[in-house]
């Protein structure tokens, strides 16, 4: 057993060792798009958040319009009806009037046309302002249903994202206090290893306990197929002291994140075009480089989980 270990990590070495300067490139070239996705991912993010504010505001303001309108429609029916009682009263009026005078018969005649166009003008005003009533109830309708809609694909993506996290946290609980944490932000899930539970110093073969945990990490990702897996690879600051075969630490840390997404290959259920490897250095540090503790949780690998966007687009798009 110990044997076929050895040759297993003398072949990770020799492959991860020889990568070639295209495939180094296509890295790079992935890791760059990968960055571009995660940044449209944050302005997704905003513009979803955005787009929910300026729904609400303007499901408010229609709330306020349609308020308006109903006592507007109220008060045009309470100027009809009084309208109509004082045309009743003055119709009763004529009647009398019309076997007395013919001079009051003549002013109630035109009396009674004046109110009988005041009447027509408020009926006509009754219906104009209910047609715009109707207009604001479905437009506030169709407000409501997108705010709706917008808070359950958020709601939707955050419960994925935790069930995935904890998914993750019950693969790898073995792990914990062994320098593996898992967290959620930022609609993302991130699995941090510290170097001491993957590397050797100076070198970019897993060991054994790191592999382990890759693979069960990676049996938690097969069942996952719509998550995108970003690899990183970090270092402190220190200068890099190691074999020939390393420029520094970005190539270092770039080999550990390959080797990495080596392991996870090995699980052929993982879709492959969700994989990307990439080498930060010493450029995203956690801690401080001014301690001996803080270097230690610099140098890492971060596993970045992130959603796809198909349906956040989708209701952007519908704007």
């Known amino acids: 057993m110990k044997n076929r270990l050895l040759t297993f990590a003398l072949s990770s070495v020799l492959l991860t060792a020889c990568v070639s300067p295209k495939v180094y490139k296509d890295l790079e070239n992935k890791y760059a798009d990968l960055k571009q996705e995660n940044s449209d991912l944050a302005d997704a993010n905003a513009a979803l958040l955005q787009t929910k504010n300026a729904t609400s505001n303007d499901f408010i303001k229609l709330k306020s319009e349609y308020?308006?309108?109903?006592?507007?429609?109220?008060?045009?029916a309470a100027d009809l009806l009084a309208a109509r009682s004082n045309y009743n009263t003055l119709k009763e009026s004529y009647d009398a009037l019309e076997k007395n005078s013919s001079s009051a018969l003549s002013e109630n005649t035109k009396k009674n046309k004046e109110l009988l166009a005041q009447l027509e003008a408020k009926e006509s005003a009754l219906a104009s302002e209910s047609a715009r009533l109707e207009t604001l109830k479905a437009e506030l309708e169709n407000r409501s249903q997108r705010v709706a809609e917008l808070e359950s694909v958020i709601a939707a993506k955050d419960a994925s994202m935790t069930a995935l996290k904890n998914s993750i946290s019950s693969a790898l609980t073995d792990f914990e206090g062994k320098g593996l944490t898992v967290e959620q932000r930022d609609g993302k899930v991130y699995v941090s290893m510290e170097n001491k539970l993957l590397f050797k110093p100076g070198s970019w073969s897993v060991g054994q306990d790191g592999a382990k945990a890759v693979k069960q990490?990676?049996?938690?990702?097969?069942?996952?197929?719509e998550i995108s897996v970003l690899i990183e690879g970090h270092t402190d600051n220190d200068p890099f002291k190691g074999t020939s075969q390393i420029t520094g630490n970005w190539d270092l840390s770039t080999k550990r994140a390959t080797a990495i997404v080596n392991i996870l290959e090995s699980n052929k259920t993982i879709k492959r075009d969700n994989l990307t490897a990439a080498g930060r250095g010493e450029f995203a540090p956690i801690a401080s480089n001014e301690t001996n503790e803080g270097k230690a949780k610099n140098r890492r690998i971060e596993v970045i989980l992130t959603p796809k966007l198909d349906e956040l687009s989708r209701l952007l798009e519908k704007r």
């Open 217 to 225: 990490l990676g049996q938690v990702l097969a069942n996952n197929p």
């Open 67 to 76: 308020d308006k309108a109903v006592d507007t429609k109220n008060k045009l």
